[in-house]
């Protein structure tokens, strides 16, 4: 029974995190064959080591620019959204403008009315496609 009361002491301790290790400790793990992990390291302490290869530093993140990097795809998915967005309502608009024209039924003013707005959507679009291409070469240059 005591034997029991010990180990389930023990599971519970170590489920708590009291014998976990901290940020403090590192500790390496040797996995054979020269492969080793580190235990509780943090990323500057992984990306300072001399001698990791490039796809060690590439999963570490060694080499990203966090805080540019975090502004400029932030602001690149928040524009490409919005004229996304754009460009979905102008092609609704040429579909609109194409149901308007078959229901004319030869009304010169509804038949006008009609051809504006398919005009207008694809210019719409257009203009969305213009400013997508703009915006990702602006911030591509910005935040490289």
Avoid at 43 to 57: V, Y
Avoid at 74 to 80: F, M, P, V
Avoid at 84 to 89: D, F, N, P, T
Wanted: charged residues 15%; aromatic residues 4%; glycine residues 12%.
């Amino acid at each position: 029974m005591k034997k029991k009361l010990v180990g389930l002491g023990l599971v519970a301790a170590t489920a708590l995190g009291v014998l976990a290790p901290t940020g403090a400790m590192a500790t390496e793990v040797n996995l054979g064959g020269g492969q080793s992990v580190n235990i509780g390291m943090s990323q500057e302490d992984i990306c300072s080591r001399a001698d990791l290869d490039p796809l060690e530093r590439e999963a570490a993140g060694c080499d990203k620019k966090t805080e540019e990097n975090n502004i400029g795809n932030t602001a690149q998915t928040i524009i490409n959204t919005v004229i996304a967005v754009l460009g979905i309502v102008a092609v609704l608009f040429v579909v609109i403008g194409g149901a308007q024209y078959m229901t004319s039924q030869g009304d010169p003013a509804k038949t006008k009315r009609a051809k504006d707005t398919i005009l207008y959507a694809v210019l719409g679009v257009i203009l969305a496609a213009m400013a997508y291409a703009i915006v990702n070469f602006v911030l591509s240059g910005l935040f490289s």
